[in-house]
């Protein structure tokens, strides 16, 4: 019966090692600008969530390129000394630790266990509309489906109103 | 609805536009026979993800912000009733809101009820982690109700109520969507009795003439 023990214990501080190393394998739920990805293959990590460069591109729009992590014309810089918090590569491919992203551009980032979602709330960027005064713009639908845009109506007085059915 | 579908006849002429956003989880189906009764012929935006609420840190309906011609905010958040319907509940008059939105239609940054940018400023300010984080809450308990797990999006409902104490739209879209006795032990009039009553609920709007500083530039 000892080896038996013995043989469990070993195999389990192994399988210890190999998560504290890696993390675990995990299907994410990523909703981003407020918009859900499913991504299949993820790695969690002590309150990290690394995914491929591919499925950051996928859920979030932000790519890697040499200047930061980049949208279009918007670029976050990762700075140097820090690159092992947010890239790494293994298994082929490059992984991109995005819950560490979020921190960097004080974006708010929840999580719901069970379900393995995580939602990205507004990054600095984003909040930067009221400070400056300026309304802040969106892009909704009317109830037949035809998107409108708060910004359609520059040049007019606006009265912007919220109400609810509730 | 109607009540400002009369405000905008009169007014439209005068380069003025109304966006109403409705504030519902469940969209169309809440939000819709609304609408369509009211048929208005302004705009009228369904915000299922409560995007307008977070963007502008609004935290109960009906709220108003006045935006001028150059995309600017110059009255920020605020209770805007178009009628007295609620006045058993709110104690507001609605005409002194609307006899300030048509002196600003009539007079623009000229109007006594435009704000100084320092007065915005100190109105829209929001560095509150906790309120940031609550949105973000809020987001993911919508998220999750509207994939069927209603169950499991109540904690992260409760979790924005408890970052963001201040914001209605958090307890009332929440408690719309499931049984607010059984799942949140409470109602919506507990909840307003513990905040302190109805004067809480909706702070009257800050209609004060301001001085406007613009006024007193030197003249040309």
């Not at chain 1, 501080?13 to 981003?32: D, K, N, P, Q």
């Not at chain 2, 969209?27 to 369904?46: M, S």
């Not at chain 2, 940054?109 to 100084?116: F, G, H, L, R």
């Amino acid at each position: 019966m000892k080896w038996r023990i013995s043989t469990g214990i070993l195999s389990l501080f192994l399988l210890v090692a190999c998560v504290s190393a890696r993390g675990e394998e995990t299907h994410a739920t990523i909703i981003y600008d407020d918009h859900a990805t499913e991504i299949s293959t993820a790695n969690k990590d002590r309150g990290q969530l690394w995914v491929t460069t591919v499925d950051l591109k996928r859920a979030t729009g932000f790519e890697l390129k040499p200047q930061g992590v980049c949208r279009n014309e918007l670029c976050f810089p990762v700075p140097k000394p820090r690159q092992q918090e947010f890239v790494r590569k293994s298994t082929g491919k490059t992984w991109f630790n995005v819950v560490a992203f979020a921190l960097l551009v004080h974006q708010p980032v929840v999580h719901d266990e069970a379900l393995a979602t995580w939602y990205f709330g507004l990054r600095s960027d984003q909040r930067q509309g009221l400070s400056s005064l300026e309304a802040p713009d969106f892009t909704l639908p009317d109830m037949s489906g035809k998107l409108h845009s708060l910004s359609e109506s520059r040049g007019k007085k606006v009265l912007l109103l919220t109400w609810a059915s509730w | 609805m109607p009540g400002w579908q009369a405000i905008y006849q009169q007014l439209k002429d005068k380069n003025f536009e109304i966006v109403s956003v409705a504030q519902d989880t469940n969209g169309v189906k809440d939000a819709g026979p609304w609408i369509t009764a009211a048929n208005p012929t302004y705009i009228a935006l369904i915000d299922e993800k409560h995007l307008v609420s977070k963007l502008y840190n609004m935290v109960n309906v009906p709220t108003g912000v006045w935006i001028d011609e150059q995309g600017k905010i110059v009255r920020p958040n605020e209770v805007a009733f178009v009628d007295d319907r609620f006045k058993n509940f709110s104690g507001l008059d609605s005409a002194p809101y609307l006899n300030a939105l048509r002196n600003w239609i009539e007079k623009g940054d000229k109007s006594v009820y435009t704000m100084s940018e320092e007065r915005l400023r100190e109105k829209l300010a929001v560095n509150d982690l906790n309120v940031i984080l609550a949105a973000a809450e809020f987001g993911l308990g919508e998220h999750l109700y509207k994939s069927g797990h209603l169950k499991e999006a109540i904690p992260h409902f409760k979790e924005a109520q408890r970052l963001n104490p201040k914001s209605w739209n958090y307890k009332r879209q929440a408690y719309a969507l499931s049984d607010a006795k059984s799942d949140y032990g409470t109602t919506f009039m507990d909840e307003v009795e513990k905040a302190g009553g109805s004067k809480v609920y909706y702070p009257p709007p800050d209609l004060k003439p301001a001085a406007a500083p613009k006024d007193k530039k030197p003249q040309e």
